[in-house]
């Protein structure tokens, strides 16, 4: 039984050993092509440099006309002209000597760069001959007319050999090198075109043909197997795949025809064990879905309390460390001051022992209630607390906090502890988006529905009217605030309300817009 792999492999080493030659062929000439080019590209630079070099010379011999005619100190002039011809010189040995290396690279004649070093040669004595000539044209008192048949004599022999028919000789010898390489160049090219589309042409026809011929041997053993494909996936597996002459298939058929025995016993048994396993999953998804209910509303509730308590946290922390601070820096107190400043610390500790309570409570019943004290507070000592510890955060941020001159002497039926929360929340609000040296300012009133209003009033960056419905989600923080504050949870005017509401209050916020400042409102009812 033949193997169709080995058909494969024979087409691929006919394919494969003609395209090497060709990219072997097709490397040599475009090496040859390149050093053609390379040679023409150096044969028209020592013609240019010649050229230059003639001009430069005729140049020379109007500046010795000049000299003669109007004298005068122009060597400046006579330098820059001999230096040009020595750079038209020494560009003509470079282009030479880059000549004689790609030749002996190429293993090719030397013979024209014999022609040239005797140029060379020539050029130098060119030079040094007009440099003596003339400098001694320079160091002439007066002007002589007589000397321009001289100038001309100068200008055109040396050693007895015309300079212009030597210079105008080497500029053709360069010329017809020029030519001949253009057109070496040239049919390199055109010789590498023509492999290249022979080759083309010979691996293409070569492709097709041998494509040809192992499609054919391909159609029909794909054409078997996509029939017991087929049967397979129309569920008939008993039927058997039979008749290949290609090895491969062959095996691939036998391998069929034994995994659709497999499948076929397998599907009995996957059917029985299918019918017990969806009873026994329908009766466990039914109780994992009332579980994960139950525990995703306490873990909901659960989430929520630990990121109030975790924010509320921080800000008692944060008057500690102010008045921890504050007392290090002050030099030489006296115990009064320390006193005070330690009830202070002792104040923030009870408020943080009361928040872990909080804490405490919420690890044993996730689902539980805001938990409130109430009883009657007197307006004016919240207000003081609340202060104090507002300034304690003012003076961190380099913000002044001011309080009303005079608090009206009102008891309030609430929980003192959760009240300054509140207040605490919104003061620390406007503290954080004021500027530098701005002012944060508290202020209370009797509205005439018989209700305490208490406001927060700051300076700063303000809230877009847009933005003000938005300031109460978890989570959400405008841009703005973002660009003044990285930092920031955007909870605590969340946090605030539902205080608020749990104490039976609202709370509102008004804004002029940005850059305007805000004003955050806490009402309350107060007692009968």
Not at 350 to 365: A, H, Y
Request: contains cysteine; hydrophobic residues 45%; charged residues 25%.
């Amino acid at each position: 039984m033949k193997s169709y792999v080995a058909w494969l492999h024979l087409s691929l080493f006919c394919v494969g050993l003609p395209a090497v030659v060709f990219a072997w062929l097709g490397w040599q000439l475009s090496i040859e092509s390149s050093y053609r080019v390379e040679r023409g590209r150096i044969a028209s630079d020592i013609y240019s440099a010649l050229t230059s070099f003639d001009l430069s010379k005729a140049q020379l011999r109007i500046w010795s006309y000049e000299q003669d005619i109007s004298g005068g100190d122009a060597s400046d002039e006579r330098r820059l002209i001999l230096g040009e011809m020595e750079n038209q010189a020494a560009a003509i040995a470079d282009k030479t000597r880059q000549a004689i290396e790609l030749d002996q690279q190429r293993q090719k004649s030397l013979q024209e760069h014999q022609e040239r070093e005797a140029l060379l040669n020539l050029l130098q004595d060119v030079i040094a001959k007009l440099e003596s000539e003339t400098a001694q044209r320079l160091a002439l008192d007066q002007p002589d007319l007589a000397d321009l048949a001289e100038i001309d004599a100068e200008y055109e022999q040396i050693d007895g050999l015309s300079l212009t028919d030597a210079l105008s000789a080497a500029r053709r010898q360069e010329a017809v090198l020029l030519a001949q390489e253009r057109a070496r160049a040239d049919e390199s090219l055109t010789a590498a075109r023509q492999l290249f589309l022979s080759a083309g042409a010979f691996v293409s026809i070569l492709t097709v043909l041998l494509a040809v011929i192992l499609s054919k041997r391909l159609r029909t053993p794909l054409r078997k197997l996509s029939k017991g494909v087929q049967a397979y996936q129309s569920g008939d597996f008993s039927y058997r795949l039979a008749d290949f002459r290609d090895a491969e298939f062959s095996t691939l058929a036998q391998q069929l025809n034994a995994m659709a025995s497999e499948v076929k016993d397998a599907r009995t048994r996957a059917t029985e064990q299918r019918l017990h396993l969806e009873n026994t999953v329908a009766a466990r998804t039914t109780e994992l879905r009332a579980a994960l209910d139950d525990l995703s509303a306490t873990d909901a509730a659960r989430k929520q309390l630990l990121a109030d308590i975790g924010h509320e946290l921080r800000t008692p922390v944060t008057v500690l460390q102010g008045e921890a601070q504050v007392a290090l820096r002050a030099k030489e107190k006296d115990s009064a001051f320390y006193r005070d400043t330690l009830e202070r610390i002792v104040t923030v500790a009870r408020q943080m022992g009361g928040l872990i309570e909080d804490l405490i409570e919420v690890v044993r019943n996730p689902a539980a209630q805001i938990p409130l004290a109430l009883q009657n507070v007197a307006l004016p000592s919240v207000i003081s607390r609340a202060l104090d510890t507002a300034q304690s955060l003012g003076a961190i941020k380099q913000v002044t906090v001011a309080g009303p001159a005079k608090v009206t002497d009102i008891t309030l039926t609430t929980d003192p502890d959760r009240l300054h929360q509140v207040l605490v929340c919104l003061l620390d609000n406007a503290i954080r988006y004021s500027h530098e040296t701005g002012t944060v300012t508290l202020a209370c009133a009797v509205d005439q529905d018989q209700s305490l209003s208490i406001s927060v009033i700051d300076h700063g960056i303000g809230i877009d009217v847009l933005d003000i419905p938005a300031v109460w989600d978890r989570g959400w923080r405008a841009q703005a605030a973002r660009a003044h504050r990285p930092e920031g949870l955007g909870l605590g005017l969340a946090i605030a309300r539902q205080l608020a509401h749990a104490l039976g209050g609202t709370i509102t916020i008004h804004s002029a817009g940005k850059t305007q400042g805000t004003t955050a409102t806490l009402r309350l009812p107060l007692s009968e």
